[in-house]
């Protein structure tokens, strides 16, 4: 089994999928907990679930080489739908602040700049 806590991709993906859930511990910035409790268990569910499945779809890339490419683009397509998510958070406003938005955002476009360079990686070494 291939060693993936070193990754960028996964520790950035790992922090997001954290930020995201409600109340755990003692940090104050997670962006769920500050839904209403309807966002909370529609929106708030579907952005937890999305980015866990995040986090092992780069597990499962750095685990392969053959599906490596195939993996990355489903990647691709779970951050976009992740985007998407978070988006939507914006304009039902669900977020407390647009600084909770604008932060999450900027992580996940980090992430997505990282599975770009990585797919294009795979592709040019294939």
Excluded at 11 to 40: C, E, N, T
Excluded at 44 to 65: C, H, P, Y
Aim: proline residues 2%; positive net charge.
């Amino acid at each position: 089994m291939a060693r993936y806590e070193h990754l960028p991709i996964y520790k950035q993906a790992m922090d997001i999928a954290v930020h995201l859930w409600p109340k755990v511990g003692a940090l104050k910035r997670k962006v769920v907990a500050g839904f209403s409790r309807y966002h909370k268990y529609t929106l708030g569910s579907d952005l937890r679930q999305k980015s866990r499945e995040i986090v092992l779809l780069i597990v499962k890339a750095n685990n392969t080489r053959q599906q490596r490419k195939t993996v990355l683009i489903q990647l691709r397509n779970a951050l976009d739908e992740l985007l998407l998510l978070v988006r939507l958070g914006k304009e039902v406003q669900a977020f407390k602040s647009f600084k909770a938005f604008q932060f999450i955002v900027e992580q996940v476009v980090s992430v997505c700049k990282q599975n770009e360079g990585w797919l294009k990686a795979t592709v040019n070494q294939g």
